[in-house]
């Protein structure tokens, strides 16, 4: 899904932006998510995962969409391929914003997990 993307940066910069939304969105993902998830009787891990998926769902799916449809779809014209083009914020540096809105969704649904209340100590010593 496609947000307004007119008043971020470009390069890296529009990167890290991307990145910071994607992480606020897993936050708070996570924190909804694990409220279901206790009722439910989840394990952190599918906690973790249905908010970074849900998280991806919604602020990455756009970018990743266009970064796909670049690559691999039949644009026959010169024509069709400017005008794909003017639709999109900053198509040089789409997949460095599609990395950054991953990393963001990783770091905002771990932080959240730590927040709650997550053995992070255990995961280092491997228990």
Request: charged share 15%.
């Amino acid at each position: 899904m496609h947000y307004d993307q007119s008043w971020m940066g470009y390069g890296l910069v529009g990167g890290l932006e991307a990145g910071g939304i994607s992480a606020a969105v897993a936050f708070v993902l996570y924190l909804i998510v694990d409220a279901i998830g206790r009722r439910q009787g989840w394990s952190p891990l599918k906690k973790l995962s249905v908010a970074f998926l849900l998280s991806l769902l919604l602020t990455a799916s756009g970018d990743a969409w266009d970064l796909f449809y670049f690559n691999y779809g039949q644009l026959q014209s010169i024509q069709l391929l400017k005008a794909k083009l003017a639709q999109v914020h900053d198509p040089d540096n789409i997949g460095l914003r599609v990395f950054w809105e991953l990393v963001g969704a990783f770091v905002g649904a771990t932080v959240a997990w730590i927040v709650r209340g997550g053995d992070w100590r255990g995961v280092w010593r491997g228990d």
